[in-house]
């Protein structure tokens, strides 16, 4: 079984309880057990071409899941590439995880280093997250210079209307069909 390890408060871990039932009660497919080739349907991407031109370029490799539900894309890169690899998500429900490194807590406030990531994708966390620019900011802030972080939105061509200019104020993005991609120059 995979340690869990929760950061914040304890306000904001209650806070997480909260979203977590919300979220089981609510029928969300944030427990779906999606895989590699779901998120890269879903993103529009080819994962391991990526990670695999990652490790050529930087050696080892650093990946992040943003509201990583099951944690089965994680945990197929983690088996398949060297580096570390991360699911990091809102739930603290016996759901078991296989992930070495599935870590639980606010993802507007992440336990990780600037720049530390080479390759991060998420599918619907900013649509759930009640603060969705500050997840924005903080997936940038660890998301490594010359990289690129992967995001869906299900509800994405509202969100985009609503703050495109602060995003294009942030980092150079695009977005099309729900899809936002951010690369850190």
């Known amino acids: 079984m995979a340690k869990e ?3 914040g408060r304890k306000d904001a871990v209650e806070r997480i309880r909260t979203s977590d039932a919300k979220l089981m009660a609510s029928g969300h497919d944030y427990f779906f057990q ?4 779901e998120y890269d349907r879903e993103l529009g991407i080819e994962s391991e071409r990526i990670v695999t031109a990652l490790i050529e370029k930087h050696g080892m490799v650093n990946v992040l899941d943003v509201g990583c539900g099951a944690g089965n894309y994680p945990l197929e ?3 398949a590439f060297p580096g570390k690899v991360t699911g ?4 603290l429900s016996e759901y078991t995880h296989q992930l070495r490194n599935y870590h639980v ?3 507007a406030k992440m336990p990780y280093a600037a720049d530390f990531f080479h ?7 900013l649509d759930l997250d009640p603060r969705p620019l500050d997840t924005l900011k903080e997936t940038i802030r660890v ?6 972080a992967f995001l869906r939105l299900k509800n994405g061509d509202g969100f985009w209307e609503r703050h495109n200019q602060e995003i294009r ?13 951010v690369q850190k120059l």
């Open 5 to 7: 390890v929760t950061f």
């Open 34 to 37: 999606r895989g590699i080739k």
């Open 77 to 79: 890169l983690e088996q």
């Open 88 to 91: 990091f998500g809102i739930s």
């Open 105 to 107: 807590g606010d993802a």
């Open 119 to 125: 390759h991060i994708v998420s599918l619907d966390a």
């Open 143 to 148: 998301l490594s210079r010359g990289c690129k």
């Open 169 to 181: 104020e942030m980092i150079p993005a695009t977005y099309a069909n729900g899809k936002l991609v």
